[in-house]
């Protein structure tokens, strides 16, 4: 993702901290717009008592009641969405809601919150309770942020807000599950990558970036030339669709929090990856007997695999990926997907839709939101040859196919060269390319 403004380190007083320099929040130039009613400025501390400071359960996982959002999932979602609200309102200026941000977290810090996550990893309520910490670690450290970059916040205020973050964020440590990695533990991984970049924290950023490479090399699954599964969310029952989306959404939003920590993971392994890990969505969305194979083993799931549940989050993972990769192939193939239409429509006349983003993806994904004529656009191809006999030879050419552009490249080559010319890589242009 493109920093959009550039973070000015300037030490105010000596009782004021320091932008964090890993990041860029700011980077927002979309239609960032507030909710007309933001409920944050008069929420109460007391909506914590029961959800983040003495977390209580009032659910099985293995009843599936996790799956319908009602008493406590309901409260901590109304809670997120409340954060949401509060970090647009700060980012587009309101320093009342920053104010209040802080004023929050430093509550959530003295009080010790997230931390209560019910024994081991071999324990179901602490598979769920670190679900729910995670997700709103994560949510109040993106508020956080915004309110770090837009107001000056007293060093010992930030202090203490730092060594709670780190205590919670290695607390809900999910890396260590014994069934192995999956949604949850990117979540996990969020809540590292953002700690760590905040708060100048090599080792969370270290350990964040170490729980994402060790997803994408274990739990992507290549099928064909065309094809990539998340076998560990594909084997989610009635709900692989649903996972495969949410899980390609996350992917896409820490590869940029790390691409803004000097980490940057959009090399040509990881883009081929997303690339063909999307066709699968895309055509197991219109098919769903193709991820059959996954889905029939209902991994903690309920329900007939054969019918597949998806919700407006599923495609939280189109802004990201088309923003990311302007010109991909897969572009028209997104737009004429009858789901993905229902997701733009929806995003474009509401806030904070897609409840996993942390931020409002209009804001952060700017297109004239989002503008479908892109799919209709000419697409750009890239040849790279390289000479066998001379390893300083590299020579790059751009044209309206792949074929055209592999004959001009090797004709560059060969005209100073004999012999020796070959073609190392050849592709649709990928973003940054």
């Known amino acids: 993702m493109k920093i959009l403004f550039t973070i000015l380190f300037t030490i105010f007083f000596s009782n004021i901290t320091a932008q964090a320099k890993s990041f860029n929040l700011d980077r927002a130039s979309g239609e960032c717009t507030a909710a007309k009613k933001n409920l944050f400025s008069k929420m109460d501390y007391n909506v914590y008592k029961n959800t983040f400071i003495?977390?209580?359960?009032?659910?099985?996982f293995e009843s599936g009641a996790t799956y319908r959002e009602e008493g406590l999932l309901k409260n901590i979602y109304w809670i997120e969405t409340r954060f949401r609200e509060a970090s647009m309102s700060c980012l587009l200026g309101d320093k009342k809601i920053c104010e209040k941000i802080v004023q929050h977290a430093k509550?959530?810090?003295?009080?010790?919150?997230?931390m209560k996550n019910y024994g081991g990893p071999d324990n179901n309520d602490w598979?769920?309770?670190?679900?729910?910490?995670n997700h709103i670690l994560s949510h109040v450290l993106f508020a956080y942020w915004v309110a770090k970059e837009k107001i000056?916040?007293?060093?010992?205020?930030?202090?203490?807000?730092?060594?709670?973050?780190?205590?919670?964020?290695?607390?809900?440590?999910?890396?260590?599950?014994p069934q192995g990695l999956n949604n949850h533990s990117l979540n996990s991984a969020r809540s590292f990558i953002l700690a760590g970049g905040i708060f100048e924290e090599e080792k969370l950023l270290s350990k964040g970036e170490k729980i994402f490479n060790k997803y994408l090399d274990k739990e992507f699954?290549?099928?064909?030339d065309k094809h990539i599964v998340l076998p560990v969310e594909a084997a989610r029952g009635s709900r692989a669709i649903f996972y495969t989306g949410r899980t390609l959404n996350i992917i896409m939003f820490l590869a940029n929090l790390l691409k803004d920590s000097e980490r940057d993971p959009f090399n040509e392994k990881f883009n081929d990856k997303m690339h063909r890990a999307v066709e699968f969505m895309l055509d197991a969305d219109l098919d769903n007997s193709l991820i059959y194979p996954w889905a029939k083993k209902n991994k903690s799931a309920f329900g007939d695999y054969k019918k597949q549940i998806v919700d407006h989050p599923t495609y939280s993972?189109?802004?990201?990926?088309?923003?990311?990769?302007?010109?991909?192939?897969?572009?028209?193939?997104?737009?004429a997907n009858k789901n993905v239409k229902k997701f733009i429509k929806k995003e474009k006349n509401k806030n904070f839709t897609a409840r996993w983003a942390l931020i409002d993806n209009k804001c952060v994904y700017p297109g004239k939101w989002i503008d479908t004529k892109k799919a209709k656009k000419k697409f750009e191809y890239i040849?790279?040859?390289?000479?066998?006999?001379?390893?300083k030879v590299l020579i790059k050419v751009r044209a309206d196919s792949k074929e055209q552009a592999i004959e001009e490249a090797k004709k560059k080559c060969t005209d100073k060269h004999e012999n020796g010319c070959y073609v190392h890589y050849s592709s649709q242009v990928a973003f940054g390319q």
Request: glycine content about 0%; aromatic content about 12%; cysteine-free.
């Open 152 to 177: 000056p916040i007293e060093k010992k205020t930030n202090q203490l807000i730092k060594k709670w973050a780190i205590k919670s964020v290695k607390k809900n440590d999910v890396s260590r599950r």
């Open 383 to 391: 040849a790279i040859v390289k000479n066998k006999l001379d390893d």
């Open 127 to 133: 598979y769920e309770a670190t679900f729910i910490n």
């Open 221 to 224: 699954k290549v099928l064909n």
């Open 54 to 60: 003495k977390l209580k359960l009032d659910f099985k």
């Open 107 to 114: 509550y959530l810090a003295e009080n010790k919150a997230i």
């Open 317 to 335: 993972w189109v802004p990201a990926y088309l923003y990311i990769y302007k010109d991909s192939k897969l572009t028209e193939k997104i737009f």
